[in-house]
């Protein structure tokens, strides 16, 4: 019979790669309990509607990457492709906003349809900060300062760089888009396609374009920089100053834009060349305007997501950690003997009991003493269990260490094992 495979561009986390996710999950998530920040947690499918009105309709994502669906009913639904939108219909619908302020976190899966490459998948993971009622750029400081030590405790600090703007109010956008629109209009024949279309729709996000000869004309372009109304500039000079005082390094890019419609002010990019093509880890920026358009009271807000598959393969690429991470078992049960199962498990239940952090197989599927041994050494255990026949006869168990040439194998009686066992754990570490 013909296979069914899983769909292009999504993608299984296997066995040898889930220790790497499991640790950089709890990482990042003692890391925000450290700083205040509760987990919410949102469905993975949400009303169209929410998406068109926050993310915006001419970006990318509403445009050409979202997966969307009529359900039964004919309602159109589509799979989460970020997770702001959702974090701030939830924070609306369930009243968190109300006077309040909220430091959240979430993790899960994103869904875009773009072109399956490294670092790109239809299927990604992304862990998301938001904070809501704080306007001043203490906050924005705050989630840099947490990211930064996030990079630390993985790692891969040395490999990121910190890029950041301010885009302004949406008056300072609109005069410089503007002022940009008609500068660019005199090279229309001279941009790529891309961004003639947009020129149109979004011309903001023609300063993100990777064509080398638009990057060139960009050059002569207006700055959004000098279109920045007071308050903007009042507040990336605030948040300049606080880097500068915490010691976090970052370099000022005036041509970075988001890609979604509804950022103002600070927008930052944490970025790496270690990863080809696809090196944001993580971007952010405030959203003050998000709240009030999705139906709530004006809200300040800031956040950012981070690309939880490139960030593993950062850890990966420069990183120590992923080598030193190993889901090997402590121990590996071996059961050679009719009838000798109860007598096994119900050690191995008094085991888990004694010693909560300890990972032991109990041998399943019978066979031959010698294929246990195999399996045994194949698990990486650190310890074989040996409960043969002549030994349970005799209330006995043989420990045999597996990875220590210097130690011999010993019995004891399985009354004191749990004893035995503490000590020769310890030295066996
Ligand atoms: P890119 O420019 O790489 O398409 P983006 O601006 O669309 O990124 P955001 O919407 O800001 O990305 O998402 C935040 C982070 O989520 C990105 O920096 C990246 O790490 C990750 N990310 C976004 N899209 C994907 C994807 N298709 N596959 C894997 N990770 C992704
Ligand atoms: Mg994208």
């Known amino acids: 019979m013909s296979q069914v495979r899983a769909i292009r561009g999504m993608n299984d986390i296997l066995p040898g790669d889930t220790a790497l996710w499991q640790f950089i999950e709890k990482t990042v998530s003692d890391l925000l309990c450290q700083y205040g920040y509760s987990e919410i947690r949102f469905p993975i499918v949400e009303y169209t509607d929410l998406f068109k009105r926050s993310i915006g309709e001419v970006t990318d994502i509403v445009e050409k990457e979202m997966y969307t669906f009529n359900d039964r009913n004919e309602e159109s639904l589509t799979l989460r492709p970020e997770g702001t939108a959702c974090c701030v219909r939830a924070c609306i619908q369930n009243g968190l906003l109300h006077n309040q302020q909220q430091r959240l976190w979430y993790s899960g899966p994103m869904f875009r349809y773009e072109r399956p490459q490294k670092g790109r998948q239809r299927q990604f993971h992304q862990v998301g900060v938001e904070c809501f009622g704080m306007s001043g750029p203490d906050v924005d400081t705050e989630l840099l300062l947490l990211t930064a030590r996030l990079w630390r405790e993985l790692g891969v600090s040395e490999a990121v760089t910190l890029e950041l703007n301010s885009i302004g109010s949406l008056q300072d956008r609109a005069a410089?888009?503007?002022?940009?629109?008609?500068?660019?209009?005199?090279?229309?024949?001279?941009?790529?396609?891309?961004?003639?279309?947009?020129?149109?729709?979004?011309?903001?996000?023609?300063?993100?374009?990777?064509?080398?000869?638009?990057?060139?004309?960009?050059?002569?372009?207006?700055?959004?920089?000098?279109?920045?109304?007071?308050?903007?500039?009042?507040?990336?000079?605030?948040?300049?100053?606080?880097?500068?005082?915490?010691?976090?390094?970052?370099?000022?890019?005036?041509?970075?834009?988001?890609?979604?419609?509804?950022?103002?002010?600070?927008?930052?990019?944490?970025?790496?060349?270690?990863?080809?093509?696809?090196?944001?880890?993580?971007?952010?920026?405030?959203?003050?305007?998000?709240?009030?358009q999705l139906g709530g009271k004006p809200v300040p807000a800031v956040g950012f997501a981070m690309g939880l598959e490139r960030l593993c393969l950062l850890v990966q690429e420069v990183g120590t950690i992923a080598d030193q991470l190993d889901n090997s078992p402590d121990i590996y049960f071996i059961i050679a003997g009719e009838g000798l199962y109860p007598v096994a498990l119900v050690l191995a239940e008094e085991l888990r009991s004694a010693f909560p952090s300890l990972s032991m197989i109990v041998h399943g599927g019978g066979g031959s003493f010698k294929s246990q041994m195999k399996k045994a050494d194949k698990s990486g255990a650190r310890l074989a269990l040996i409960l043969g026949e002549d030994e349970a006869n005799q209330g006995l168990i043989s420990i045999k260490p597996l990875r220590r040439a210097d130690m011999v194998q010993i019995q004891v009686k399985q009354a004191v094992l749990a004893q035995e066992l503490a000590s020769i754990l310890q030295t066996t570490k």
């Open 176 to 292: 410089y888009k503007q002022a940009l629109v008609s500068y660019l209009e005199q090279h229309l024949d001279e941009l790529d396609a891309d961004s003639q279309r947009r020129l149109g729709s979004n011309p903001l996000r023609i300063l993100d374009s990777k064509d080398s000869n638009t990057q060139k004309i960009l050059d002569g372009a207006p700055n959004l920089s000098d279109f920045l109304g007071v308050e903007a500039q009042q507040h990336f000079a605030g948040l300049t100053a606080a880097l500068d005082a915490v010691g976090i390094a970052y370099r000022v890019n005036t041509r970075l834009v988001r890609g979604l419609d509804y950022y103002n002010c600070t927008v930052f990019e944490w970025v790496t060349d270690k990863l080809g093509a696809q090196g944001t880890i993580c971007a952010g920026g405030r959203y003050d305007g998000l709240v009030e």
